[in-house]
């Protein structure tokens, strides 16, 4: 609304502007209560607000949807800006810039999972050992219609870290893929050879894949949504990093460091970095809150 009133809209068709870009967002109802409270239309409200609405993402904590609210003030930037003059498009800008910034300070602070959650990364042999006690019991309505999947397994796992997976899908009907390059080290040497394997089963059925990505494989799973949002009809990740991993907190960095002698975030900024658009294809999350290895916060994509 800031943005609207700097370029001589009403503070009426500014909050219209922004309850249009907010339609199904999860707390649109709430938005919509904040942006009826404000009833000044000053100029030197600006700042103001631009202030509150950071202090209020600072009060709720860390959030990847802050990048939905970020994108929609780029677009009512961008929406508005035209016809006004050069002094007012550069403030216009500074102020969705200087939002970002804000915003990627406040994502930085997710804490590292407690010392509670880690020890109890040792149930992880239980419960995978019972889910093939449980496997005649999984609901099996979905028809996969010959739909082909491509499964990608977790950091330091390999295809039979998939086998169940692919076991229940087949038995849906879907055609499930593996991904036939031993022993997941999430190492971005792998990505030719995903794209590869992409390409070839897209060819194959002449229709978009889906992928499954667990833990260390949902990285590659996002980033071959974003390379080839053509060839991908969705992604589901497992318990998978998949945003703001450069300044992710997590004992397995310091592990990891340890062995190989350099720093990851130096090694890898460029592969990490394709994490961060939102892909152009549904996106769905299973995570735990109770995670002992991966901050759950960074294993939730933003709503679009």
Same mark, same amino acid.
């Given at each position: 609304?800031? =943005?609207?009133?700097?370029?001589?809209?009403?503070?009426?068709?500014?909050?219209?502007?922004?309850?249009?870009?907010?339609?199904?967002?999860?707390?649109?109802?709430?938005?919509?209560?904040?942006?009826? $409270?404000?009833? +000044? $239309?000053?100029?030197?409200?600006?700042?103001?607000?631009?202030?509150?609405?950071?202090?209020?993402? $600072?009060?709720?904590?860390?959030? +990847?949807?802050?990048?939905?609210?970020?994108?929609?003030?780029?677009?009512?930037?961008?929406?508005?800006? /035209?016809?006004?003059? /050069?002094?007012?498009?550069?403030?216009?800008?500074?102020?969705?810039?200087?939002?970002?910034?804000?915003? !990627?300070?406040?994502?930085?602070?997710?804490?590292?999972?407690?010392?509670?959650?880690?020890?109890?990364?040792?149930?992880? =042999?239980?419960?995978?050992?019972?889910?093939?006690?449980?496997?005649?019991?999984?609901?099996?309505?979905?028809? #996969?219609?010959?739909?082909?999947?491509?499964?990608?397994?977790?950091?330091?796992?390999? $295809?039979?870290?998939?086998?169940?997976?692919?076991?229940?899908?087949?038995?849906?009907?879907?055609?499930?893929?593996?991904?036939?390059?031993?022993?997941?080290?999430?190492?971005? *040497?792998?990505?030719?050879? =995903? &794209?590869?394997?992409? *390409?070839?089963?897209?060819?194959?059925?002449?229709?978009?894949?889906?992928?499954?990505?667990?833990?260390?494989?949902?990285?590659?799973?996002?980033?071959?949504?974003? +390379?080839?949002?053509?060839?991908?009809?969705?992604?589901?990740?497992?318990?998978?990093?998949?945003? #703001?991993?450069?300044?992710?907190?997590?004992?397995?960095?310091?592990?990891? &460091?340890?062995?190989?002698?350099?720093?990851?975030?130096? +090694?890898?900024?460029?592969? =990490?970095? &394709?994490?961060?658009?939102?892909?152009?294809?549904?996106?769905?999350?299973?995570? !735990?809150?109770?995670?002992?290895?991966?901050?759950?916060?960074?294993?939730? &994509?933003?709503?679009?």
């Amino acid at each position: 609304m800031a =943005l609207g009133v700097l370029n001589g809209i009403s503070l009426k068709d500014s909050k219209e502007l922004v309850i249009q870009q907010i339609k199904e967002l999860p707390n649109e109802d709430e938005i919509k209560i904040f942006i009826n $409270d404000i009833d +000044r $239309d000053e100029h030197e409200i600006i700042e103001q607000l631009l202030a509150e609405t950071i202090l209020i993402c $600072d009060e709720l904590g860390s959030s +990847r949807n802050y990048l939905t609210l970020e994108n929609i003030l780029k677009q009512i930037a961008a929406s508005i800006s /035209k016809g006004h003059s /050069k002094e007012e498009y550069k403030y216009t800008n500074s102020l969705v810039n200087r939002f970002k910034i804000n915003i !990627t300070l406040i994502n930085k602070k997710i804490p590292q999972p407690p010392l509670f959650n880690m020890i109890m990364e040792t149930r992880s =042999l239980i419960e995978w050992s019972s889910i093939y006690c449980l496997y005649p019991f999984i609901p099996k309505h979905i028809k #996969g219609n010959g739909k082909p999947v491509l499964l990608i397994p977790p950091y330091l796992g390999d $295809d039979n870290s998939t086998s169940f997976v692919r076991k229940y899908l087949k038995s849906l009907g879907f055609k499930t893929y593996k991904w036939d390059l031993g022993f997941n080290m999430v190492k971005s *040497h792998y990505i030719p050879r =995903l &794209e590869e394997k992409l *390409h070839d089963i897209y060819q194959e059925h002449n229709e978009k894949v889906s992928i499954v990505g667990w833990s260390g494989g949902g990285i590659f799973a996002k980033i071959m949504a974003n +390379r080839h949002p053509d060839q991908v009809q969705q992604i589901l990740t497992i318990g998978s990093p998949i945003w #703001g991993v450069m300044d992710m907190k997590t004992p397995v960095y310091g592990v990891l &460091e340890f062995f190989r002698g350099k720093s990851l975030k130096e +090694r890898n900024e460029r592969f =990490l970095a &394709e994490l961060e658009p939102i892909p152009e294809v549904p996106v769905t999350c299973i995570y !735990t809150k109770t995670d002992g290895l991966v901050p759950w916060k960074h294993c939730i &994509e933003a709503e679009t």
